[in-house]
């Protein structure tokens, strides 16, 4: 699944050691330093992570856009409470905001003597009273007789980021379990138009437009996986959102949800690998040249008619797939065009060396490595 949707299904695997990870770690509360002095975190944190914190943390490899280019204002009839919304048309790729999280927690937490809502509150004295009255004015779905107040916030708002937590063989540790005042406030959609993507090393999460945003419209997010049957969606936002889901999709009438659940399902089989490879496809020639190209295209309409280009890992995987099937051709129109398309659906602020090997291609599409070849085979 990919990495910026909200549930994180490690937590979900039975086989989680609690009792081990009980015995073994060591926390700490700690204000996170950061150089430009404005921003503020207080985390509660493994002592290994924060003993590997550069002091003062770096600046974000990408600064926030020099406009804003959001407003927080209620949402359509103020149903879902506040929401985030474009203020200019956003490109897909362009960045909407930078920003670091006010409070980080393991996303873990079972301290015998501690409650978590002491945890919290304890936090929320570290910060500047602004931005604890800034926190405590976010979203709380949770009813007091689950938790209190604070507890709520957290859980409601939380987005999870990873943190290397060094010497555990517990990979499930480096959730953690973090709230922003201004990405928090994201509804959520289960075709939405945006993405946040997490860099640890600056400590700062970049969201994004998966898609163009036109002015004025609500910028979204995925709180639970869009490729899920509703069913499971509507389950999974319940249970940890309180919510039924009023997002464009479920507000579809029946006859279209049932065309967009058949849709998601023929999705979720290409995942489990029910696309042809690239790689088998070029170098068998019996194959029709067809074979590869129609299904890929299948698949990114799919995704582009649902608005699931948020699935950036498969939609990509498709795009690529195109691109190098015209390059194997020895199309060059169609490769440049497709290539174009797989460097876009890159993220602007992740490792982009597969956008400059795409690059790299469409200046000159001869050094793609098996330019023409499937011409050649069948020759
Ligand atoms: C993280 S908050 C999002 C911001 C929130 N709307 C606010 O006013 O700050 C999550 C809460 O927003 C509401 N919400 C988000 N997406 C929604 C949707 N698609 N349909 C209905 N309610 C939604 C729910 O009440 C949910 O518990």
Redesign the pocket.
Known sequence: MNANIRSDPILDSPYFDLAGHLRNRAYCMHNVGYASGTDETAALLDISVKDLLPAPIPPPRTASPNSVRFAIQP?EEGK????MFAKQNIPAGGLIVVERPVVVTPYILAFQDHPESALYAALLRRLAPKTASCFMA??N?KPATECDEVEGIMR??GIPIRLNVPTTPHSELATHRAVFLNT??????CSPNAAWHWDPTSFSLALEAVRPIPAGHEITVAYVSPTYSRAERCARLKEK???S???ATCSLPAPLLSKSEATRAELRAFSDGGAPSFEVWCLDARMPDDALIAIHKRAVAMIESEGLQVLQREYGRHLDALAMGYGALGDVEQFREWARKARDCRPMDGDNAAARVLQGWITEPETFPVWGLRKLLKD
Do not use: E, I, P, V
């Open positions: 949402s879902n409470g506040l929401g976010l979203a779905c409601t708002n928090s406030r994201c509804n959520h959609s959102y309180n919510f889901c009023r997002c």
